[in-house]
């Protein structure tokens, strides 16, 4: 079996992490799988929603280290380089998908894993799902992205807590702070990722690429910059095919139809 899955259905692609026996710690060659994926994804128009979830008991134990060379043999700037081109490329490619992507999190997201989900647009998590910081268990700073994501989700202390003392958050408690939208039972969890990832590939993908845009730079700028980037995002919108039918559809009173156009 393939250590990574790929099927598009009805306007989803769908990216299964499938090495359960390792808790799908994610390898070099998935990594980058996934991030092709992704770009495949914002180039392909009759794909218009993303979903990654993964197999068996993990979501995603963080990231396989077997194969990487002892700290001892590497020289300053390796390991910043390493980041940048790994993890941090990882998570911004994630980030910067064109289309909404759903994480369905199946069980323990730890590390990279963790980073993983938080950096999706939508998590479902399973109720037997947890989130784990688990940096400071190996003696490391959070990298992929944590430090960044977790207080723009939860704000700072709570980001602290997490990364300073790497306890496990369940899916409930996860629900509580903000890092999920929905728990649901664990055989829920494919059947509601794919009732939301299909409406989401219904609606105007355009239009929902472009807030995706915008929220996700907006703890970034000031009001003067959200505000010009807001009516440049309306602008650029209102020539789409999408924007038009929804326009027309309100006026004719129907059901509008969007094309992802």
């Known amino acids: 079996m393939p250590d990574l899955l790929h099927?598009?259905?009805n306007g989803v692609s769908w990216i299964t992490l499938n090495r359960p026996e390792a808790m799908n710690a994610v390898t070099r060659d998935q990594r980058e799988r996934i991030i092709a994926l992704l770009a495949e994804a914002s180039a392909a128009p009759d794909v218009r929603c993303v979903v990654v979830t993964a197999t068996g008991r993990g979501f995603c134990a963080g990231a396989d280290l077997r194969g990487a060379p002892p700290v001892g043999e590497k020289v300053a700037g390796d390991v910043a380089r390493m980041i940048r081109q790994?993890?941090?490329?990882?998570?911004?490619?994630?980030?910067?998908?064109?289309?909404?992507?759903?994480?369905?999190?199946?069980?323990?997201?730890?590390?990279i894993g963790a980073h993983l989900a938080f950096a999706c647009d939508l998590v479902l998590a399973a109720d037997s799902a947890r989130f784990v910081e688990v940096f400071v268990r190996r003696?490391?700073?959070?990298d992929g992205g944590g430090a960044y994501l977790l207080p723009r989700?939860?704000?700072?202390?709570?980001?602290?807590?997490?990364m300073f003392f790497g306890?496990?958050?369940?899916?409930?408690?996860?629900?509580?702070m903000g890092l999920v939208n929905r728990v649901v039972p664990a055989d829920e969890l494919e059947?509601?990722?794919?009732?939301?990832?299909?409406r989401l590939a219904q609606g105007p993908t355009r239009a929902l690429t472009l807030t995706k845009q915008l929220v996700n730079a907006s703890l970034d700028v000031d009001?003067?910059?959200?505000?010009?980037?807001?009516?440049t995002a309306q602008e650029l919108n209102m020539t789409t095919r999408d924007a038009q039918e929804g326009v027309a559809s309100f006026v004719?009173?129907?059901?509008?139809?969007?094309e992802g156009r």
Request: proline share 5%; glycine share 10%.
């Open 191 to 198: 059947k509601t990722a794919r009732e939301w990832a299909e």
């Open 252 to 258: 004719e009173r129907r059901e509008a139809r969007y």
């Open 7 to 9: 099927t598009v259905e």
């Open 139 to 142: 003696g490391l700073v959070p």
């Open 223 to 231: 009001r003067s910059a959200a505000f010009a980037a807001e009516a």
């Open 86 to 111: 790994g993890a941090q490329r990882f998570i911004g490619a994630v980030m910067d998908c064109e289309k909404p992507v759903i994480a369905a999190v199946n069980g323990t997201a730890a590390g």
């Open 167 to 176: 306890d496990a958050v369940p899916a409930a408690e996860a629900l509580g």
């Open 153 to 162: 989700l939860i704000g700072p202390r709570r980001a602290k807590e997490l």
